[in-house]
């Protein structure tokens, strides 16, 4: 009991979910922060058979359960699926080789809850027998959320062009990089599903951003703080579009963990605006020496029907050259991590049940 006068009277009142409080149905809180008073007091408690009722000064009393005051007493927050705090950092050795089947994952079920877990936990996720055909990567993204529909449309295709307006569409080499830097706000999921291979070379690499992003931290924590405390500028420009923005290379929360990973030697600018260019230029290198050292590359082939999916905000994707000879054609889109969040905690909450 002793405890409990630690609680502040003004989050007691707060959590009060009373029908004056809270909606019934939607559960959303009816009072705004004006309405707490300062001046709150708590005048007594009493155990109930769940939990504890607090008379507060302003004559209210409120019911709160014993897990909420274990959650507030132990300063509980949720798991931020956005921060490295939550994620297994990798190399080429230590990447998960699990492969999943897309008839495991055309329903609810533990295998689509693996795909998830791994995806948040680890950055990408690899599925096998995804059918060959147009538009098969939006099922994929439909098993968890929404395609994120930009100015290359809801799809894209990555294959040799004629008249290339991105290293994509050539068969060169595409080292390891993040997509899209140049959005605000970035896409936060990219799948890329392989239609058509019969080249030689073209092998897929992942890099665990996040991991490049801790060991520059520890390697040199100078060229850290250059790279998440400036920011660097983006674009991409065809006759239609003229794409803009600013933000970290290394993107850190206010609690200093590495939380967003923006890298794509092909569209980010020269930093004409920095002073001091060369600290900025030996930074970059720092880190580009780590993102494209082979050990912390997991490489594979993308043969048809397969898909891989990835956390666009810290794992970057490469590719290497592959001939001419063949054919190779990648199906890509774009999606989003709240919804992927979403669907693994309902899918969890409905497994423990
Ligand atoms: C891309 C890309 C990789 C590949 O289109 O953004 O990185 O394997 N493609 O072709
Ligand atoms: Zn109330
Ligand atoms: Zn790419």
């Given at each position: 009991?002793?405890?409990?006068?630690?609680?502040?009277?003004?989050?007691?009142?707060?959590?009060?979910?009373?029908?004056?409080?809270?909606?019934?149905?939607?559960?959303?809180?009816?009072?705004?922060?004006?309405?707490?008073?300062?001046?709150?007091?708590?005048?007594?408690?009493?155990?109930?058979?769940?939990?504890?009722?607090?008379?507060?000064?302003?004559?209210?009393?409120?019911?709160?359960?014993?897990?909420?005051?274990?959650?507030?007493?132990?300063?509980?927050?949720?798991?931020?699926?956005?921060?490295?705090?939550?994620?297994?950092?990798?190399?080429?050795?230590?990447?998960?080789?699990?492969?999943?089947?897309?008839?495991?994952i055309q329903?609810?079920?533990?295998?689509l809850?693996?795909?998830?877990?791994?995806?948040?936990?680890?950055?990408?996720?690899?599925?096998?027998?995804?059918?060959?055909?147009?538009r098969a990567v939006i099922d994929l993204i439909h098993r968890f959320g929404y395609e994120?529909?930009?100015?290359?449309?809801d799809?894209?295709?990555?294959?040799?062009?004629?008249?290339?307006?991105?290293?994509?569409?050539?068969?060169?080499?595409?080292?390891?990089?993040?997509?899209?830097?140049?959005?605000?706000?970035?896409?936060?999921?990219?799948a890329?599903?392989?239609?058509?291979?019969?080249?030689?070379?073209?092998?897929?690499?992942?890099?665990?951003?996040?991991?490049?992003?801790?060991?520059?931290?520890?390697?040199?924590?100078?060229?850290?703080?250059?790279?998440?405390?400036?920011?660097?500028?983006?674009?991409?420009?065809?006759?239609?579009?003229?794409?803009?923005?600013?933000?970290?290379?290394?993107?850190?929360?206010?609690?200093?963990?590495?939380?967003?990973?923006?890298?794509?030697?092909?569209?980010?600018?020269?930093?004409?605006?920095?002073?001091?260019?060369?600290?900025?230029?030996?930074?970059?290198?720092?880190?580009?020496?780590?993102?494209?050292?082979?050990?912390?590359?997991?490489?594979?082939?993308?043969?048809?029907?397969?898909?891989?999916?990835?956390?666009?905000?810290?794992?970057?994707?490469?590719?290497?050259?592959?001939?001419?000879?063949?054919?190779?054609?990648?199906?890509?889109a774009?999606a989003?991590?709240?919804s992927?969040?979403?669907k693994?905690?309902?899918?969890?909450?409905?497994?423990?049940?």
């Amino acid at each position: 009991m002793k405890e409990l006068e630690k609680i502040s009277a003004q989050l007691i009142r707060d959590l009060c979910s009373c029908r004056d409080c809270r909606d019934e149905i939607s559960g959303q809180r009816m009072r705004s922060v004006m309405d707490l008073s300062p001046e709150l007091l708590v005048l007594d408690v009493a155990a109930t058979s769940s939990g504890f009722r607090f008379t507060l000064n302003d004559k209210h009393e409120v019911e709160l359960q014993r897990d909420t005051i274990e959650e507030i007493l132990e300063g509980f927050s949720d798991i931020n699926w956005r921060s490295e705090a939550s994620k297994v950092l990798w190399d080429r050795d230590h990447a998960p080789r699990t492969v999943f089947h897309w008839s495991d994952i055309q329903e609810d079920s533990h295998d689509l809850y693996q795909l998830l877990d791994q995806l948040l936990v680890y950055g990408f996720a690899l599925v096998e027998n995804l059918p060959v055909r147009d538009r098969a990567v939006i099922d994929l993204i439909h098993r968890f959320g929404y395609e994120r529909v930009t100015n290359y449309g809801d799809i894209f295709d990555v294959r040799v062009e004629n008249n290339p307006n991105n290293l994509a569409f050539t068969n060169l080499a595409i080292a390891p990089h993040t997509d899209n830097p140049y959005r605000d706000p970035v896409p936060t999921i990219q799948a890329l599903h392989c239609l058509e291979s019969s080249v030689t070379g073209g092998n897929s690499g992942l890099v665990d951003g996040f991991r490049a992003a801790h060991l520059l931290r520890e390697e040199n924590p100078d060229a850290f703080d250059i790279l998440s405390n400036s920011l660097f500028n983006f674009e991409y420009r065809n006759p239609t579009t003229y794409l803009s923005a600013s933000a970290p290379i290394i993107k850190v929360d206010v609690t200093g963990e590495i939380i967003e990973v923006r890298w794509n030697d092909r569209s980010m600018q020269a930093p004409i605006s920095e002073i001091q260019v060369d600290i900025v230029y030996d930074a970059l290198r720092s880190f580009a020496i780590l993102v494209n050292d082979a050990r912390n590359c997991h490489t594979f082939k993308l043969n048809t029907g397969d898909c891989v999916i990835f956390d666009n905000t810290r794992t970057l994707h490469a590719r290497t050259a592959f001939d001419s000879g063949g054919k190779r054609h990648l199906q890509g889109a774009y999606a989003d991590l709240d919804s992927a969040i979403s669907k693994h905690a309902i899918l969890e909450e409905m497994l423990e049940a």
